[in-house]
């Protein structure tokens, strides 16, 4: 994997800011393992979606939350610093397997991380659609 400094123009992007709390990231993909250790120090919210039945999340999904959310607010002084390690982030977790059913869980997903507003929202999620009338659902969700 490609260390992070080797971003043009990101190494001295980080001589003037290394991000601000008031900037939100709002990230769509599984949950975030807080307890790593990049993360001591980070702004991280977590959102509690009212449609999870609380079953454990897949291990992968976990692993791939945790991995792009130190891509984006890692601590520099930790073992993966981020690309913006002082913004704000919203982790909000999808249940994959969930999702991959239901483009309506996907959508609701994307309009609770809207409402908090983020400046950038990442998605994780990707998802064919045979007829294009769910994709559709979702893009207005995007769009708003």
Known sequence: MANLVDIPGLAGLWERTRGDARIRIAQIDGPVRL???????????????????????????VHH???????????????????????????????????????????????????WGPHVLHCAACYPSADGRSARLFQRAVER
């Open 35 to 61: 307890d790593h250790e990049c993360f001591e120090g980070a702004n991280i919210e977590v959102a509690e979606p009212y449609w999870h039945d609380g079953t454990e999340p897949d291990p992968d999904a």
């Open 65 to 115: 939350g945790t991995f792009v959310a130190s891509q984006l607010v890692g601590q520099p002084e930790g073992p993966v610093p981020g690309v913006a390690p002082g913004a704000t982030l919203l982790s909000v977790p999808i249940p994959v397997k969930e999702a991959v059913k239901d483009w309506v869980v996907l959508t609701r997903t994307v309009e609770l991380a809207h409402e």
